[in-house]
Each structure stands twice: as C-alpha cells, then as structure tokens.
C-alpha cells in the first residue's frame, strides 16, 4: 500500500486557505492536510508530523518567522520535505530567491485547482 502524503500549506490569507481546504478535500484519501495560519504553528506541528510538501507563502508574517526563514526551519528537521513557494505574484527576482532558498518551485497563488494531481506528481517524482 503506497503511503499518503503528507501536505503542510502556511498561509495566513483566510480567503487563500479556504481555496486550499475546498481544492484539496477530493485528495484527503491519498494525503493528509494540514492548513497553518502561522509558521509557529506548522512548526510545532512539524516537530510531530514530517511533511512530504510544504507550500508556504513567500511573504508569511509571524512573530518569529516569515517564508525564508521558516523554509529553512523545515529543511533542518526533515532533509525530505519538499518545499514550493508561493507568491500573489511573482516579480522579478523571485524564483531565484525561492531556489536558493531551497525551495523547488515558486507558483503564483492560489495554486491551480485544474492541475493540483500534475503539480504533486511533478514536485514528488522530480
């Protein structure tokens, strides 16, 4: 039996992260979703759960940590998480940042509902 994913999204957008629990929901038998307003909270989280996927807003507000910088507190727990950022919108610059931020992708927000199966097979097997 091939294990579930496991996806972690950091958006503190309320109208963003209901996208995302709506475009997942059809996903939930093959991944588990978790949805974080703050990346205190997913990193919590992330001490418990290892993530397969993390999305995370490039522009995350929190007490401690913005995108980059949470981007780099996932990589040090878990070597596997992917990471994919995301943007409202991507300006000049931005991929590269992403990429060498350790991110694999920079996407524009809100991520595609028509080809979410595409992009995880593409994050997941590249």
Do not use: W
């Not at 290892?50 to 401690?64: P, Q, R, S, T, Y």
């Amino acid at each position: 039996m091939k294990k579930k994913l496991v996806i972690a999204i950091f958006e503190n957008d309320p109208l963003n992260r209901f996208i995302y629990q709506k475009m997942l929901k059809p996903h939930m038998e093959k991944a588990s979703v978790y949805i974080f307003d703050s990346p205190e909270e997913g990193l919590e989280k992330a001490t418990e759960v290892d993530f397969d996927i993390a999305f995370v807003d490039m522009h995350l507000k929190g007490e401690c940590f913005g995108g980059i910088p949470l981007s780099q507190q996932l990589k040090s727990l878990s070597d596997n998480t992917r990471l994919v950022a995301m943007t409202t919108l991507i300006q000049q610059g931005d991929k590269e940042r992403a990429e060498s931020n350790g991110f694999m992708k920079c996407l524009e927000k809100p991520l595609p509902f028509f080809d979410l199966d595409k992009l995880l097979e593409g994050i997941i097997y590249n």
